[in-house]
């Protein structure tokens, strides 16, 4: 059993920057891919970012050039950064770790980009 635990997020003018934390637990060197989705209200779950255990990051286009996904430690934290943050950003974040075959989520954060 894999807990993915969140932080970070918040209310934040056009234009500002936030950062999304997420952890895995149990620490271990077999958890996968970890990944950043979005939902948007009334909208599908979209992937927004997901990283490898090789550390090579993956973008929607949406985000490329003002998002940054980066992978420390033994590689069970993530940190979003979030950049030149748009109003279209605005969405519940979630995170996820692979492991044995199957994605973990955390339980939501909320990001809300004001115009």
């Known amino acids: 059993q894999v807990q993915v635990v969140q932080s970070g997020g918040g209310l934040v003018q056009s234009g500002g920057s936030l950062n999304l934390s997420c952890s895995a637990s149990?620490?271990?060197?077999?958890?996968?891919?970890m990944s950043w989705y979005q939902q948007a209200p009334g909208k599908r779950r979209e992937l927004v970012a997901s990283?490898?255990?090789?550390?090579?990051?993956q973008y929607a286009d949406s985000v490329k050039g003002r998002f940054t996904l980066s992978r420390d430690g033994v590689g069970n934290t993530v940190l979003l950064q979030m950049n030149e943050l748009k109003p279209e950003d605005t969405a519940i974040y979630f995170c996820t770790a692979w492991y044995l075959g199957r994605d973990y989520w955390g339980q939501g954060t909320q990001v809300t980009v004001s115009s």
């Open positions: 149990p620490n271990t060197f077999s958890i996968g891919a």
């Open positions: 990283i490898t255990n090789s550390r090579s990051p």
